[in-house]
């Protein structure tokens, strides 16, 4: 058991900025010890903060939970909120997204293999779950787990001197508006779930939009 949560270490470049986050985890660590279906698996939890290092965030997408379940035996989730691993077709939210995608930029996501969104991390684009991971069959499981962890993430973000672009898609993640300090541009819609998708995610534009507001950064824009 304790093997297993060694296996989760969170990247040092973000323990060195937001102090206290190795302290919280310790106690998720020992709350989620004896879970037998996280996902995303063991070794997945702190993905989307090692694809992207906090000097090189420039964009925050901030999603809820992990998705929950498999496509032809493969989990889902694999650590960057929205996304699928290679091999797995996008649910329905992503398949939103990414409709929304080719109406935005009038073009099909050829960069994106399937529905890993690997691509967008890889330019800056922090994929952040407010929760990291879930049981197996069961949305929302670990929530109270997370959320002092994730709160204390967000909030450092939204207080960072320099100006980052967050993507809020529906209530959830807007309620941590109250995190994000002015100087800083929010892109918010409805979620692209295909519960709320056509009460105001559709014709939302926010890639064009994120990169309407790097380029008046004066920062390079997201090939999405």
Do not use: C
């Not at 909120?81 to 995608?101: H, Q, T, W, Y």
């Not at 952040?128 to 879930?134: E, V």
């Not at 002015?182 to 105001?200: D, F, K, N, R, T």
């Amino acid at each position: 058991m304790n093997g297993e949560v060694k296996i989760e270490q969170i990247p040092s470049a973000w323990n060195v900025v937001v102090p206290g986050l190795d302290t919280l985890y310790a106690r998720i660590a020992e709350q989620l010890a004896e879970e037998t279906d996280a996902r995303p698996g063991r070794g997945l939890w702190f993905e989307a903060l090692r694809r992207v290092s906090p000097e090189q965030t420039r964009v925050v997408l901030l999603g809820q939970d992990p998705y929950h379940g498999e496509d032809r035996g493969i989990q889902q989730a694999h650590g960057l909120a929205f996304s699928v691993p290679d091999g797995v077709r996008p649910p329905p939210s992503l398949r939103n997204i990414l409709k929304e995608m080719e109406s935005d930029l009038g073009r099909a996501p050829s960069p994106i293999s399937g529905g890993n969104l690997g691509v967008w991390a890889d330019q800056g684009v922090l994929l952040l779950n407010a929760s990291l991971t879930t049981r197996g069959g069961v949305a929302g499981a670990h929530v109270k787990h997370w959320q002092p962890f994730t709160q204390k993430l967000i909030a450092y973000l939204g207080q960072r001197r320099d100006t980052l672009v967050f993507i809020l898609w529906g209530g959830h993640a807007q309620k941590h508006k109250v995190n994000i300090a002015p100087h800083h541009v929010i892109i918010e819609s409805a979620h692209p779930s295909p519960l709320s998708a056509w009460q105001g995610f559709f014709g939302s534009r926010p890639f064009s939009r994120t990169n309407a507001a790097l380029a008046q950064l004066g920062k390079a824009p997201v090939n999405w």
